[in-house]
Every structure is written in C-alpha cells, then in structure tokens.
C-alpha cells in the first residue's frame, strides 16, 4: 500500500483509547504543579520560589526582574508530596 492509502485509513479504537488515556495521564500531572507568574515554567524541586501577596509565584530566574521583596521564600518539595511548595521550618 502507499503512505497516503495508510494515513487515509480509520484508525484502529485501541489506538484512540490509548492517545486518550495518554493525555488523561499528562492532565493529571500537570494538574498539580504551580507555574511561574512571569515565565510560565514549573520549577524544579529544591528550587526556591518567591511568593507576592497576590498568590503569585515566581521562579528564582525571574526574581530579579521584580523591584519589590518577596512575601516569603519557599523550597519546591518533590510531587509524591501532596502539595509541590511547601513551608519548611526556620533553620535554627
């Protein structure tokens, strides 16, 4: 058969099923993760990030592009972690 017969066929419902658990599966990842304000990357664990009184959250490359000084500074934890930012103890 030529390429273009093979791309005119229907395709078989388990290759359906399979690109719809597919972007099921990367929704849910995606689901959870927090995003910088400014660039829209997610920042990686053990990364710090800023937070601003308005919920926004920026990642430790676009601090510097803010004049004004965070609310608070947070370590970015791993995802098996219910929540990817969480508050960490003051160091002694």
């Given at each position: 058969m030529a390429r273009s017969?093979?791309?005119a066929m229907?395709?078989?419902r388990?290759?359906?099923l399979e690109l719809q658990?597919?972007?099921k599966g990367l929704g849910a990842l995606t689901r959870d993760r927090h995003e910088c304000a400014d660039c829209g990357r997610?920042?990686?664990p053990g990364e710090r990030v800023h937070l601003y009184g308005d919920d926004a959250l920026v990642c430790a490359l676009c601090r510097p592009l803010r004049r004004?000084?965070?609310d608070s500074v947070e370590v970015v934890r791993h995802t098996e972690h219910e929540r990817t930012v969480r508050r960490l103890p003051a160091a002694a």
């Amino acid at each position: 058969m030529a390429r273009s017969e093979l791309s005119a066929m229907p395709r078989p419902r388990a290759d359906l099923l399979e690109l719809q658990l597919l972007r099921k599966g990367l929704g849910a990842l995606t689901r959870d993760r927090h995003e910088c304000a400014d660039c829209g990357r997610n920042p990686l664990p053990g990364e710090r990030v800023h937070l601003y009184g308005d919920d926004a959250l920026v990642c430790a490359l676009c601090r510097p592009l803010r004049r004004r000084e965070p609310d608070s500074v947070e370590v970015v934890r791993h995802t098996e972690h219910e929540r990817t930012v969480r508050r960490l103890p003051a160091a002694a």
